[in-house]
């Protein structure tokens, strides 16, 4: 039980366009969900935390405007890539429950 | 603020043998969690075993064990009888808060240790 289901698992977007990558609680109710991203060799930083019906709260250095977030539903978390550059591209993961489950995540690739 | 300190970038077993990843962390609140994930070369982030800073007994969750000392705030990983598909990414983070409640509460991960098993 308590599954998270994240798409795409990978996507290479061109620079400029915008990724869309879902996270999906599947057998539970997820108020909260933690949008993490992890670069090569390194560990997970936490980007911004999403609440399912208000406005997501971001990590200091995470722009708002370039990783949108939506939690419009008590089981869906979206988090948007908006106008992407080489730079983005990095492994991008979710949380819910407190540390107790993760999507399987998404790689990035930005060319 | 919470900090997670992983010394070994890279350890190396041998398959049937014990090893322990060490983790300490820093942090003035008396109430917090730890935990072990295990990340393979997939990406994706298992949980392994929890430790609350109120459980007096050291958790355990089959081959996994914390050896939780609180006064030296450290919560190593002990893999026992290592198998190949141990070789892997593991991840110490601690959380705010023992028990979650209603509450939601973020992570904080240690750079990680690259457990290789060697046959």
């Known amino acids: 039980g308590a599954v998270v289901s994240q798409h795409p698992s990978r996507v290479i977007c061109k620079s400029g366009t915008s990724v869309k990558i879902e996270c999906r609680s599947l057998?539970?109710?997820?108020?909260?969900m933690f949008w993490y991203r992890q670069f090569p060799k390194q560990s997970l930083m936490l980007m911004a935390t999403?609440?399912?019906?208000?406005?997501?709260?971001?990590e200091q250095g995470v722009e708002k405007d370039k990783f949108l977030i939506n939690h419009a539903s008590l089981t869906l978390s979206t988090l948007t890539v908006t106008s992407a550059h080489p730079e983005d591209s990095s492994f991008y993961i979710c949380?819910?429950?407190?540390?107790?489950?993760f999507g399987s995540g998404t790689r990035l690739t930005v060319v | 603020a919470q900090k997670i300190t992983q010394t070994q970038p890279g350890m190396f077993v041998q398959e049937k043998e014990a090893v322990t990843l060490d983790c300490t962390y820093d942090?003035?609140?008396?109430?917090?969690?730890l935990f072990w994930y295990k990340q393979p070369s997939s990406g994706e982030m298992i949980f392994l075993i929890y430790?609350?800073?109120?459980?007096?007994q050291n958790a355990t969750e089959g081959r996994y064990s914390l050896n939780f000392q609180k006064a030296r705030k450290s919560a190593n990983l002990v893999i026992s009888a290592s198998q190949l598909g141990d070789s892997a990414m593991y991840f110490c983070?601690?959380?705010?808060?023992?028990?979650?409640?209603?509450?939601?509460?973020?992570?904080?991960f240690g750079k990680g240790t690259k457990l290789s098993v060697i046959p």
């Open positions: 999403s609440n399912e019906g208000s406005k997501a709260t971001y």
């Open positions: 057998d539970f109710q997820a108020t909260t």
């Open positions: 942090t003035s609140d008396q109430s917090y969690g």
């Open positions: 430790q609350g800073s109120y459980d007096e």
């Open positions: 949380s819910a429950r407190n540390g107790y489950t």
């Open positions: 983070a601690m959380r705010e808060a023992a028990y979650s409640g209603a509450g939601s509460y973020q992570l904080t």
